[in-house]
């Protein structure tokens, strides 16, 4: 019985989460991913391992297997993760929040624009031109009082 899982373990196990969460695009996330952040992929795995993996028997070896190419065992560790997940709120929000992690870090990694803006929740402005006056953002309702004293 493993404690630690290693990347090679993890990687099969993040590439299944990641078809999860964003249909069809799961192995070439995975293997960015693998190669890019790591930690990230062990952190998704050993999550998984530890909370549904490491009780079924068998599962190390089915691992091995889909980490070396077998796509009928990595369809029966699909499967049996999709399950888990559905089952599980809880834990399918935890995975899925790694995964989104992994999703927006690969996504930051692949855009190199000059004014590129990446906002995934709330609002965003961007001013590419000089301003004369300041430019204030608010949200919501806000009560703004504006005054000026005169002295006489």
Known sequence: MIEQIS??????IAKAVLDKFYEGLGSQLGEKAAEL???KVKQLGQLLWD???SRKNGTETLLSKVANGSAEDRQ???EYLNEKL???PFLKQETQTIAEEIYRQIQIDNVSAKNLQQIFDGQGLQV???Q???IIQIQGNPVLN???KSSD
């Open 76 to 78: 029966k560790l699909m």
């Open 128 to 130: 590419n031109e000089k």
């Open 7 to 12: 990347l090679v373990l993890a990687t099969p």
């Open 86 to 88: 559905e089952s599980d």
């Open 37 to 39: 952040f790591p930690e």
């Open 51 to 53: 909370k549904c993996l």
């Open 146 to 148: 504006f005054s000026s």
């Open 132 to 134: 004369e006056q300041p």
